[in-house]
Antibody, heavy 122, light 107 residues
Framework: EVQLLESGGGLTQTGGSLRLSCAAS????????MSWVRQTPEKGLEWVSS????????RYADSVKGRFTISRDNSKSMLYLQMNSLRAEDTAIYYC???????????????WGQGTLVTVSS | EIVMTQSPATLSVSPGERATLSCRAS??????LAWYRQKPGQAPRFLIY???TRATGIPARFSGSGSVTEFTLTISSLQSEDFAVYYC?????????FGQGTKVEIK
């Protein structure tokens, strides 16, 4: 059974940083691209970032480009999202999600974690 | 980016009845469309990809159809666990984008 467990969310101030982690199990992590998707009541579901199975192809939404960095450690089956220069509009539930194939293209999300809440206060 | 528009925003249906949800893309996305169901307080659950292919373990009461810009999710006989919010997502063009959701509520 695929399991994705996020951690690292919390409360921070505008301009602050947080690092989200996602522990994956139940599948061969190194074979699949992985993503972060966030959700707010106002904007709904929003794709944030994806990374190919080998880590060579990270992709970002324009809204986070230059501020967020996605990475992975295939030896540990871990996915990360380093979030810097946080803004109030980054406040959301952040989900770790598995993609159906290795490359970070034609991205849909076949398994989701339970989410971690990030709150950015001004 | 491609805008996904779902309708209606809310659908009131009695248990056991059929529900039909619509999703429209602002550009041609072929059949590169996925559907998800989200129950309150839970993460989205993957239902359908390729516009009409059910994900593993998804019951046959869920069916998807459509292509190009017009898509439909049909739930043939609503069960209690199906009263939730449904999202469509296009993955034909970068970035992947979601619709705003359709809430299926008990009539």
């Amino acid at each position: 059974e695929v399991q994705l467990l996020e951690s690292g969310g919390g409360l921070t101030q505008t301009g602050g940083s947080l690092r989200l982690s996602c522990a994956a199990s139940g599948f061969t992590f190194s074979n699949y691209a992985m993503s972060w998707v966030r959700q707010t009541p106002e904007k709904g579901l929003e794709w944030v970032s994806s990374i190919s199975n080998d880590g060579a192809d990270p992709r970002y939404a324009d809204s986070v480009k230059g501020r967020f960095t996605i990475s992975r450690d295939n030896s540990k089956s871990m996915l990360y999202l380093q979030m810097n220069s946080l803004r109030a509009e980054d406040t959301a539930i952040y989900y770790c999600a598995k993609n159906p194939r290795g490359p970070a293209s034609y991205i849909y999300f076949d398994n989701w974690g339970q989410g971690t809440l990030v709150t950015v206060s001004s | 980016e491609i805008v996904m528009t779902q309708s209606p925003a809310t659908l009131s249906v009695s248990p056991g009845e059929r529900a039909t949800l619509s999703c429209r893309a602002s550009q041609n996305i072929g059949i590169n469309l996925a559907w998800y169901r989200q129950k309150p307080g839970q993460a989205p659950r993957f239902l359908i990809y390729g516009a009409s292919t059910r994900a593993t373990g998804i019951p046959a009461r869920f069916s998807g159809s459509g292509s190009v810009t017009e898509f439909t999710l049909t739930i043939s006989s609503l069960q209690s666990e199906d009263f939730a919010v449904y999202y469509c997502e296009q993955y034909n063009n970068w970035p992947p984008t979601f619709g705003q959701g359709t809430k299926v509520e008990i009539k």
